[in-house]
């Protein structure tokens, strides 16, 4: 199992950025995908962006296509959500989560990860 705690979120003005971290223990070579999913109340869960953890390839949502990045440090076992031009409509509580079971493409379906983060705000006002 992997554990995961994201951190970072906040309230912001549109057009500014911020960046989300997820700290991940317990990540073998059998983590296939990190990914990054939000949700708003009432509403189900989005996929925003997945990084495939062997190869290192990226996809994201065509909404944050061109404005958000996933990336890795190794190192410190921690991914994370740099977020641009920021707009209302990105306001979500934002998930992290680990997929130890397709490691054979990009995971984009959160029914298609197994742990999950505690999540972090991000507030946009216009």
């Known amino acids: 199992q992997v554990q995961l705690v994201e951190s970072g979120g906040g309230l912001v003005q549109a057009g500014d950025s911020l960046k989300l971290s997820c700290a991940a223990s317990g990540v073998t070579s059998s983590t296939y995908n990190m990914g990054w999913f939000r949700q708003a109340p009432g509403k189900e869960r989005e996929f925003v962006a997945v990084?495939?953890?062997?190869?290192?390839?990226?996809y994201y949502a065509d909404s944050v296509k061109g404005r958000f990045t996933i990336s890795r440090d190794n190192a410190k076992n921690t991914v994370y959500l740099q977020m641009n031009s920021l707009k209302p409509e990105d306001t979500d509580v934002y998930y992290c989560?680990?997929?130890?079971?397709?490691?054979?493409?990009?995971?984009?379906?959160?029914?298609?990860?197994?742990?999950w983060g505690q999540g972090t705000q991000v507030t946009v006002s216009s």
């Open positions: 990084m495939h953890w062997s190869t290192g390839s990226t």
């Open positions: 989560a680990a997929d130890r079971s397709h490691p054979l493409y990009m995971a984009v379906r959160d029914r298609e990860y197994d742990d």
